[in-house]
């Protein structure tokens, strides 16, 4: 928007001229020419922020919620997109849920295609939640399929897992 807005000032568009004087008065005089960041100004303040960068913020906030609402979904097509941004990506590991849990035990609990998703986006198959009361696995959330699905994934079998599984003899050669 802000490029776009710069671009109609610097061809003479008058609205978009009197948008960026809006905010920067001495833009586009003969001793201070366009610049970028006075769109950004302009776009930044049009939308209720005081700045480009606390715009740009307040979206990344709302990608990163939308990719919660859509794992809390089961929506594998939908996180997917979100996770392509880098700001949504790199906080894919991050104790986000209840319980403190990540995207990868939420996936587990429901199974089907969003965990691969997570996964190949380079959620840790192993992490544990942030719970105050004693952190849990990934496989702690999940059932036989989808435990044999995260262990060919390298996820490490617990006792604890193995144990509610009936997987005893598994854990020994594990061990």
């Known amino acids: 928007l802000a490029k776009d807005l710069l671009h109609a000032a610097r061809g003479g568009d008058a609205g978009a001229l009197a948008r960026l004087q809006a905010v920067r008065s001495d833009s586009g005089g003969p001793s201070r020419p366009l610049q970028l960041a006075d769109a950004q100004l302009a776009v930044a303040r049009e939308g209720g922020f005081d700045s480009w960068p606390k ?4 979206c990344h906030q709302r990608d990163v919620e939308a990719f919660r609402e859509a794992v809390q979904a089961g929506d594998a097509a939908r996180a997917k ?6 700001h949504v990506l790199e906080r894919v590991d991050e104790p986000m849920f209840d ?4 995207a990868a035990h939420i996936a587990a609990a429901k199974g089907g295609p969003l965990l691969a998703v997570l996964l190949d986006a380079g959620a840790d198959v192993n992490s544990k939640s942030d719970w105050e009361k004693g ?3 990934v496989l702690d959330r999940g059932d036989e399929a989808t435990v ?14 193995a ?10 050669r594990v061990v």
Do not use: I, S, Y
Request: glycine content about 8%; proline content about 7%; aromatic content about 10%.
């Open 148 to 161: 044999r699905f995260l262990l060919a994934r390298g996820a490490t079998l617990t006792p604890n897992v």
């Open 81 to 86: 997109q979100l996770l392509a941004a880098p």
């Open 55 to 58: 715009l740009v913020a307040d």
């Open 135 to 137: 952190p849990f696995t």
């Open 99 to 102: 319980f403190g849990q990540r």
């Open 163 to 172: 144990a509610h599984l009936g997987w005893l003899d598994e854990l020994r």
